[in-house]
């Protein structure tokens, strides 16, 4: 039997969507693979990875054929029985596998980040527009089910008019990637940054509880938890960030700091917590409410029996969002765009850390850190008291 997550939109349910699988690493095997063996008018055809390795691992999982394997992405986009790719490699190697499924005809769902430089994802954006291709990213956290209810309760007016969004995510678990490929990935350059870029779900998420896209950012970004070992990439970012109707703050770092979001309204607030005090994406939900008048109103929680079901849920949900995009030929709730616009925000606020200025968005398509992401950030001007700079970190002398 087949355990089926449905989206509660009740989308239709007729056409077979068959999937090629590009990059077999863990976020597969706690997302895809439930969604993508779960579905069912969702199938995986055709896998690539190019560690062998990672490619017998997948191919227990799916049941897939030898025949149906592959080291070289290409061999999956050239096949006509794939409709669509997900693209689950490191962020740095997303461009040109990207583009190539787009002139191959392919819709393409792109892991998250989308890029590490705002112009590879702009471009990228460009080539599935001019393709009529459906484009999409996996800002899985919008189907978590606390903030699909945060969003309820906002959306609803429960608090009045959203002001101020704390994001706490100072519990974040420095998980390794596969150790059949590189474990330590995320914490070098080639990564386009560190926590805040491999956590940018509460980026994505400030965005979305907004209404609207962000307008300027500022930020302290600096490395204290690894300062012994010499670290490439952030381990700790404060940023602030102004949207049309308010002010977000993400407090972003690797350790076993404060976890959960709190919402400050023109009528009230919200408070959400999760078990054993954790961070948003390590562990269910434990408490929500909100306060009114001084009155405290706890709103139950639709957690599934374990925190990893709800991140398999999330993907299923997800999936079925973007296939019923394909469908309607509209941009999904997640979508590429979207991406670039998450993107752009956490390399502003890098940007802020070494500039000691606020940044305003969108980037300038002449801002070095458009152009280049962080490696841009060696061309502008840093502040003489800038700790991002004197960390050490994204390069910087
Ligand atoms: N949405 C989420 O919640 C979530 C969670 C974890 C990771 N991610 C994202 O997913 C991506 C992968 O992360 P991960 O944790 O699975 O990493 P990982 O290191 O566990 O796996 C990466 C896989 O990609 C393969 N690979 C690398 N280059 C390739 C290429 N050119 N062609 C084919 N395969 C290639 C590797 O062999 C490896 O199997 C990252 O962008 C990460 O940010 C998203």
Redesign the pocket.
């Known amino acids: 039997m087949k355990k089926i997550f449905m989206f509660e939109g009740d989308f239709p349910m007729s056409d077979l969507l068959r999937v090629g699988l590009?990059?077999?690493?863990?976020?597969?095997?706690?997302?895809h693979k439930p969604a993508l063996t779960t579905l069912p008018d969702a199938q995986l055809v055709a896998l690539?990875?190019?560690?062998p390795a990672?490619r017998q691992?997948g191919k227990t999982w799916f049941g897939m054929n030898d025949a149906d394997l592959y080291?070289?992405?290409q061999d999956v986009i050239a096949r006509d029985d794939v409709d669509a790719v997900a693209i689950?490699?490191?962020?740095q190697?997303?461009r040109q596998?990207v583009l190539d499924a787009l002139a191959a005809g392919k819709h393409v769902l792109?892991?998250?980040?989308l890029a590490t430089v705002p112009a590879v994802a702009a471009e990228m954006i460009h080539a599935a527009d001019a393709a009529g291709l459906t484009f999409g990213i996996?800002?899985?956290?919008h189907y978590l089910p606390e903030y699909r209810q945060i969003k309820n309760l906002i959306d609803n007016g429960t608090i009045g008019q959203l002001r101020v969004l704390t994001m706490h995510y100072l519990g974040v678990i420095d998980?390794?990637?596969?150790a059949?490929?590189?474990?330590d990935?995320?914490h070098t350059l080639a990564?386009g940054g560190g926590v805040l870029?491999?956590m940018?779900?509460a980026v994505y998420l400030a965005e979305w509880l907004f209404g609207a896209p962000p307008q300027q950012v500022m930020a302290f970004v600096d490395a204290p938890t690894y300062a012994a070992r010499h670290p490439q990439v952030e381990d700790l970012a404060l940023v602030q960030i102004a949207f049309p109707t308010g002010y977000a703050t993400i407090h972003m770092g690797w350790g076993q700091g404060v976890g959960g979001v709190d919402a400050s309204g023109s009528e009230g607030h919200l408070r959400m917590r999760y078990n054993q005090y954790q961070t948003s994406?390590f562990n269910q939900p434990a408490e929500l409410y909100t306060v009114r008048n001084w009155e405290r109103t706890d709103h139950p929680l639709d957690n599934l029996p374990t925190h990893m079901d709800n991140?398999a849920r999330?993907?299923t949900q997800l999936w079925q969002e973007f296939h019923s995009a394909i469908r309607e030929h509209r941009a999904p709730l997640a979508s590429a765009a979207a991406g670039g616009r998450a993107l752009e925000t956490a390399l502003a606020a890098y940007q802020s850390g070494v500039t000691g200025q606020v940044v305003t968005l969108p980037l300038q398509s002449t801002n070095p850190v458009f152009q280049k992401g962080i490696d841009g950030l060696a061309d502008v001007q840093a502040w003489a008291q800038s700790r991002t700079q004197s960390a050490g970190i994204f390069g910087l002398k």
């Open positions: 590009i990059g077999c690493g863990n976020v597969v095997s706690y997302g690539a990875d190019i560690t990672r691992i080291a070289d992405y689950t490699v490191p962020q190697f997303r596998i792109s892991e998250k980040p996996v800002h899985n956290y998980n390794p990637g596969a059949e490929y590189q474990s990935w995320r990564a870029m491999d940018i779900h994406g991140i999330s993907f």
